[in-house]
């Protein structure tokens, strides 16, 4: 589960329902244990909780693990290009810029941009539009 994980936290720290239906009722009032078991078993029923009311939870039952898992994307390269290419395109293109020596395919594309940029780029180091 890509998002913080309310039902292991409510049973690896043996948290009544009903104290988690408290702290969500503060929010959204007409919510109840029946509910609450459906969204924490989301998968079955197709049911999430609001972030909000999610993260009101785990403020309150688990602060030190919230704060853990909120830590900043440490990557300096953040944006992305994409393509689709056919299957063979794909194979052909792999199988090139490994024999040129590129590790993986973001390698070569960062390459091959940083290299247009220099030779149409304008003084400031962008691409002419």
Same mark, same amino acid.
């Given at each position: 589960?890509?998002?913080?994980?309310?039902?292991?936290?409510r049973?690896?720290?043996?948290?009544?329902?009903? *104290?988690?239906?408290d702290? =969500?009722?503060?929010?959204?009032?007409k919510m109840? $244990?029946p509910? @609450?078991? $459906?969204? %924490?078993n989301?998968?079955?029923?197709? =049911?999430? %909780?609001? &972030?909000?009311?999610?993260?009101?939870?785990?403020?309150t039952?688990?602060? !030190?693990?919230? !704060?853990?898992?909120? *830590?900043?994307d440490?990557?300096? @390269? $953040?944006?992305?290009?994409?393509? #689709?290419?056919?299957?063979? !395109?794909? *194979?052909?293109?792999?199988? $090139?810029? #490994?024999?040129?020596?590129?590790?993986?395919?973001?390698?070569?594309?960062?390459?091959?941009?940083?290299?247009?940029?220099? *030779? !149409?780029?304008?003084?400031?180091?962008?691409? &002419?539009?």
């Amino acid at each position: 589960m890509g998002k913080y994980d309310l039902q292991r936290l409510r049973l690896s720290h043996s948290i009544p329902m009903q *104290e988690m239906v408290d702290v =969500i009722q503060s929010r959204y009032p007409k919510m109840d $244990k029946p509910l @609450l078991s $459906k969204c %924490l078993n989301g998968q079955i029923y197709g =049911i999430d %909780l609001k &972030s909000d009311a999610i993260q009101a939870v785990a403020k309150t039952f688990d602060p !030190e693990g919230w !704060e853990k898992r909120r *830590e900043k994307d440490r990557h300096t @390269l $953040k944006y992305g290009v994409r393509c #689709r290419m056919t299957k063979e !395109e794909f *194979e052909a293109f792999s199988a $090139k810029y #490994r024999a040129d020596g590129f590790p993986d395919a973001n390698a070569w594309v960062r390459h091959a941009i940083q290299k247009y940029i220099r *030779e !149409e780029g304008d003084a400031d180091g962008l691409g &002419s539009a």
